[in-house]
């Protein structure tokens, strides 16, 4: 008997040992990733200025209405991980960048930081199914008192120009103005691919924040 509980205590000891050594080389993988990102976008560029003038971008308006309050909706937007805004199937948060803190942030990660002013994010799109293509953007202004959440695309982004969320609060529910302005330079994309393809990303988004938002309030 005692031989057997020794060869167990082995085989015990030994499969813990397995266990810490995997869960340190995963631990050692994400810290490399975390690394990858920071070096990717601590320089990172936005590709308008703040005096943009944008009278020769293309834009696009579209008007979400959410069933809550200003401040309800105002905290869904703004305290929801990016991997709950942006949760596919077309629109999935891949990375992220904090400028306050320095530090990269992956996917898989739960303590991402929720959108702040100077958080990059990267967006991976779907077109079709076996198409993708990333998209980064940083956010330039949020403000609950002037009720305005505004993203900023990166230099190096296909398209240049911005993206602005206005908060209009009304009697029991609040409109969400999401203004965009665009250029490429590529007449197709900018009159005809972006616009189109733009308002199903934006509709997946709004519909992501909704949910959450009645999900919170059952």
């Not at 992956?106 to 990333?134: H, M, Q, W």
């Not at 609040?174 to 691919?193: A, M, N, P, V």
Request: proline content about 4%.
């Amino acid at each position: 008997m005692k031989s057997l509980s020794t060869y167990i205590y082995l085989i015990l000891s030994f499969t813990l040992l397995q266990s810490c050594a995997s869960e340190e080389k995963v631990m050692h993988r994400l810290e490399k990733k975390k690394l990858a990102v920071k070096e990717k976008f601590r320089s990172f560029k936005i590709s308008c200025t703040k005096n943009q003038d944008f009278s020769s971008f293309y834009s696009q308006s579209l008007t979400y209405k959410v069933e809550a309050s200003f401040e309800e909706t105002w905290a869904a937007y703004t305290e929801l991980q990016p991997k709950e805004l942006w949760a596919g199937p077309l629109t999935k948060y891949k990375e992220g960048y904090s400028k306050i803190d320095e530090t990269g942030y992956v996917r898989k990660e739960t303590n991402a930081p929720c959108p702040d002013l100077g958080s990059i994010y990267e967006i991976k799109l779907r077109v079709i199914p076996l198409v993708k293509f990333p998209i980064n953007f940083e956010i330039t202004q949020l403000s609950k008192v002037n009720k305005i959440m505004e993203f900023t695309y990166g230099g190096k982004s296909p398209s240049k120009g911005k993206q602005t969320l206005t908060f209009v609060p009304k009697d029991g529910y609040t409109l969400i103005i999401h203004d965009s302005y665009f250029k490429s330079g590529k007449k197709l994309r900018d009159q005809k691919l972006y616009p189109f393809f733009h308002e199903k990303y934006l509709n997946e988004f709004h519909q992501n924040v909704a949910s959450r938002l009645k999900l919170s309030k059952r």
